[in-house]
């Protein structure tokens, strides 16, 4: 565990200094990020414009929502995605041998090496968004909440993880897994907006399938006072399943996995 902590910190620090290199793409991303939460939020005024509910959600409930929406989004883009992107380019080119190679476990390996810091404007967009919708709605925190909150958001970056590293175990059998992670996001994207307010099979879908209902309307329902234990239960006992499944996945594709000089 502590040579995890110590390499994760490395590869941190290299990521860090790697994007000191090119600090234009800060002014990048914070360009992208005025313009993607201006365009949302302005479509979210001018929903509540003409209601007062949407699926059971005021305005600024679905703002703080949106706002964890935000954050994690920001961490797949910021670790999650690259990462995986860079192992399936490893897998492709037979250069995964030498992930294979360090006396260290493969997963946590390939889970820690790529970090785009500048994607900390999200969060800290997302963050902002969420304090802002909390502050509105004038409802009380106590401890407890917050509590509750940062362990079903934690929860909710796992089972993403999750379902990333899941997907990407494909690329042991296929070649060309992109149209899986396309297709992924796309249905992913339906998350910045309650499971509630969706027809069932759509909510099948997002509660089982993709359980971004878990990910995301979970830690917005704690946060905004809507706490129901029988469904962070339930995320949690999700999110230890798709852990489960996926580390057997992952064990079973290093077998299939033949190495450059196959």
């Known amino acids: 565990m502590r040579r995890s902590i110590v390499l994760a910190w490395q590869y941190l620090r290299l990521a860090v200094m790697n ?9 990048i991303q914070l360009f992208e ?18 209601t007062e509910s949407l699926g059971g959600w005021s305005r600024y409930e679905l703002q703080s929502l949106l706002g964890i929406y935000t954050v994690l989004t920001a961490v797949v883009q910021m670790s999650i995605q690259p990462n995986i992107e860079r192992l399936m380019t490893d897998i492709q080119k037979g250069t995964f041998d030498f992930v294979l190679l360090k006396p260290i476990d493969a997963q946590v ?67 060309r897994v ?32 993709v359980p971004m209902a878990f990910a995301v309307t979970v830690p917005a329902e704690v946060i905004i006072g809507r706490i129901n234990m029988s469904n962070v239960a339930i995320q949690a006992a999700v999110t230890l399943g798709f852990f489960v499944v996926t580390r057997f996945v992952w064990t079973k594709a290093l077998v299939r996995y033949n190495g450059a000089s196959a």
């Open 19 to 27: 994007e000191l290199l090119y600090r234009i793409n800060f002014v």
């Open 33 to 50: 990020t005025a313009i993607a939460l201006a365009t949302a939020l302005v479509v979210l005024s001018l929903v509540y414009a003409q």
């Open 109 to 175: 390996q390939i889970s820690i090496r790529e970090v785009r810091i500048w994607q900390l404007v999200d969060i800290v967009a997302g963050v902002a968004i969420l304090i802002d919708g909390l502050v509105r709605l004038g409802a009380p925190l106590d401890a407890g909440q917050v509590a509750l909150f940062g362990l079903t958001l934690l929860l909710g970056i796992v089972l993403i993880y999750t379902m990333w590293l899941l997907m990407s175990c494909i690329a042991f059998w296929v070649i």
């Open 178 to 209: 992109d149209n899986i992670f396309e297709l992924f996001d796309n249905i992913a994207s339906a998350g910045r907006l309650p499971v509630d307010i969706y027809p069932r099979w759509m909510r099948v879908i997002l509660t089982y399938l």
